[in-house]
């Protein structure tokens, strides 16, 4: 079984604590909560998802995203 580790998420996200993550169930957007600063929503996540070591090693590579 591969490891498993935890990767930064920078995409203008602020270097605050995240209290609560939510995946919307329709919509596969990331949901997290700072209470401090309010929330961000990161946009579909299905791209992120297909990610694996595989599309990593790529020099190009497209990935599935919603329209």
């Not at 995409?11 to 939510?22: R, T």
């Not at 990331?30 to 579909?44: E, K, S, W």
């Not at 070591?53 to 990935?63: G, K, N, P, R, S």
Request: no cysteine; charged share 25%.
């Amino acid at each position: 079984m591969a490891e498993k580790k935890w990767i930064r998420f920078n995409g203008n996200v602020p270097k605050v604590a995240i209290h609560d993550m939510f995946i919307h169930p329709k919509e596969n957007d990331l949901i997290l909560a700072t209470h401090g600063r309010g929330i961000m929503i990161v946009d579909d996540l299905t791209p992120i998802r297909e990610i694996d070591e595989t599309i990593i090693q790529q020099d190009l590579a497209f990935l599935n995203s919603r329209p």
